[in-house]
């Protein structure tokens, strides 16, 4: 089956410093991935978007790689801060490609 | 423009009672999505609107769980005979439109906290 793995233990990191978050899957075959931020009593919010065809993405602080051999994906935030503390999602389409499915998150804690 | 919004924000309901619950997406959206998120839990995928044809039921947890949507626009998640497991926050999300291969961000509401006595 489908499945989408993401770091379930809180990620403590120093402001200033670079957060690492991971997600992993299995039995998927994505055209692209997704990247959501959800803050606590919010809905997720969209962040980024990187194709299958793409190595890396870059939005201001943050960079987004997605390896298709390792059925992986990093998201990275440069110099971390307080304001990027929050629950960060990773989103595939399923092999259909009409239903997106959510890995079940990593909450980042940024300490100043 | 206006998000997705969602109603009612919270609901506090006794077992066994009817719940129903109110999305309405971005207008000019055609894909829209149910998610259901319990405390501390990932997302899990309810059921999915391209415009008003649900292709996938697949997701609904139980018969007790059933979803409309109306002039492509509106949908209620309408849940019977509500149990305490079914106690967490419903959230809806919609997109532009849903092809495979087009890029698809999904724009969530708020959510509907509901909890079930």
């Known amino acids: 089956s489908q499945k989408i793995e993401q770091n379930s233990e809180a990620l403590n990191i120093q402001e200033g410093k670079t957060a690492t978050l991971t997600c992993n899957y299995t039995?998927?075959?994505?055209?692209?991935l997704q990247w959501y931020r959800q803050d606590p009593g919010r809905g997720p919010v969209f962040l980024l978007l990187?194709?299958?065809?793409?190595k890396e993405k870059r939005k201001e602080r943050l960079k987004v790689t997605f390896d298709t051999t390792l059925k992986q994906s990093l998201f990275h935030i440069t110099a971390s801060q307080p304001a990027d503390s929050a629950t960060y999602l990773c989103a595939l389409f399923n092999n259909a490609g009409n239903m997106l499915t959510f890995g079940g998150g990593t909450r980042l804690m940024v300490k100043p | 423009g206006a998000g997705v919004s969602q109603s009612p924000s919270n609901k506090v309901t006794e077992k066994g009672k009817d719940v129903e619950l109110r999305c309405d997406p971005i207008s000019g959206h055609t894909a829209l999505y149910w998610y259901r998120q319990s405390l501390g839990q990932g997302l899990e995928f309810l059921i999915y609107?391209?415009?008003?044809?649900?292709?996938?039921k697949s997701g609904l947890p139980s018969d007790r769980f059933s979803a409309e949507r109306t002039g492509g626009s509106v949908s209620t998640l309408t849940i019977q005979r509500t149990q305490q497991e079914d106690s967490a926050v419903y959230l809806c999300?919609?997109?532009?439109?849903?092809?495979?291969?087009?890029?698809?961000?999904?724009?969530f509401g708020p959510g509907t906290r509901l909890t079930v006595l």
């Open positions: 990187i194709r299958e065809n793409e």
């Open positions: 039995n998927y075959s994505p055209a692209y």
């Open positions: 999300a919609s997109s532009l439109n849903l092809l495979a291969g087009v890029t698809n961000e999904q724009f």
């Open positions: 609107f391209q415009g008003n044809s649900a292709p996938d």
